[in-house]
């Protein structure tokens, strides 16, 4: 299966994590199971047989799995899927903010969760970058590759997770064109569900990482009462500019 992949599961609960494995490994993935955040980190460290995704609990003991994911990247961009508990708003977006790239909240379909590191981790391996030109996109010292799912700044390496990369790489595709959260959720992402607000702290991230000053955007600016609009640095830009879109939500 070409969606297959190396697995690491991170969850205390041998039950959960048992259920978990037996779905993943029935969709083709080859299954690592740990109980805490230290054996975690050293199996998802290890270079001869690294995982491709990170499944981790956000409750686990001694070291939690918003801690495990901070230090995870220090030093890694592999994709993370957070489980977290219902109703518990706070930690799915802080843990966003730390950097996983999507959350299944608790209680969860196992089948669920399949298909969603299924969908992480074709977006990891660029399947579903949205279609457009070939040949990197470029803004003045901004360089994004699509092909080879590589940026960079200034020549220097851009570190992105698989979901900034698609928000980055959208967004070059389509200079000053103003979308609301929910349309970037469903253009950029495919969902027609979910919190808006994980635009907004995606956004946030990418700004940390391309902009000089993160809190006065240049590149990715607000647009009231709209939402956002990539604005470029270079006016003769590779990409066509497009026609604002319509919307009404204010971004947060």
Do not use: N
């Amino acid at each position: 299966m070409s969606h297959a992949g190396r697995v690491l599961v991170v969850d205390d609960d041998p039950t959960v994590a048992e259920v978990v494995a037996r779905y993943l490994a029935r969709d083709g993935h080859e299954v690592v199971c740990v109980a805490d955040g230290p054996a975690a980190l050293r199996r998802a460290r290890s270079l001869d047989d690294p995982p491709d995704l990170v499944v981790l609990d956000l409750m686990l003991p001694g070291m939690g799995g918003l801690e495990v994911c901070r230090r995870l990247r220090e030093t890694s961009t592999v994709p993370i899927v957070m489980l977290t508990a219902l109703g518990a708003e706070t930690d799915r977006l802080v843990g966003l903010e730390t950097g996983a790239d999507d959350y299944v909240t608790k209680p969860f379909s196992p089948r669920e969760l399949a298909l969603r590191v299924r969908s992480v981790l074709r977006r990891a391996r660029g399947a579903l970058v949205p279609s457009g030109p070939s040949g990197p996109l470029r803004d003045a010292d901004l360089v994004v590759d699509v092909s080879a799912h590589e940026a960079g700044l200034r020549g220097e390496h851009l570190s992105l997770t698989s979901r900034e990369f698609d928000l980055l790489a959208f967004l070059l595709r389509h200079p000053r064109q103003a979308f609301t959260r929910e349309q970037l959720l469903e253009q950029v992402w495919d969902w027609t569900f979910g919190d808006s607000s994980t635009v907004t702290v995606h956004v946030r991230r990418l700004r940390e990482k391309i902009e000089d000053d993160p809190t006065a955007p240049r590149r990715i600016v607000t647009v009231w009462g709209v939402g956002y609009r990539y604005e470029p640095a270079d006016p003769g830009g590779s990409a066509e500019p497009a026609e604002p879109a319509d919307g009404s939500e204010d971004p947060s």
